[in-house]
């Protein structure tokens, strides 16, 4: 994965992550919110990597919210989500209990 497209999927994975704190009505860290908003004409690397915070988070909903937050066709952010979601268990397979 080249460095731009690698900056492009950290930035969209902020903002899903960003999105997903909010809709908790959980505060999201300013260093999650300055990778979000970057859109790559600055000076400013993304190096925030919150895959896994996003991944573990998914995993903690209970099913009412993660149906609320990820199931949501109404929004696109959601829609986005479910997507990401979906490709992250293709690449990376949930453990089984």
């Known amino acids: 994965m080249g460095n731009a497209n690698k900056e492009m999927q950290l930035r969209k994975t902020c903002k899903l992550y960003a999105y997903v704190l909010t809709a ?48 949501n066709t109404d929004s696109q952010e959601a829609r986005e989500l479910a997507h990401w979601w979906e490709m992250y268990q293709l690449y990376i397979p949930l453990e089984t209990e």
Do not use: M
């Open 24 to 71: 908790q009505g959980k505060e999201v860290p300013e260093s999650i919110l300055e990778c979000r908003d970057s859109d790559g004409s600055e000076e400013y690397d993304c190096i925030v990597d919150c895959v896994a915070d996003l991944s573990q988070v998914l995993k903690d909903l209970d099913s009412d919210t993660f149906t609320k937050i990820v199931k």
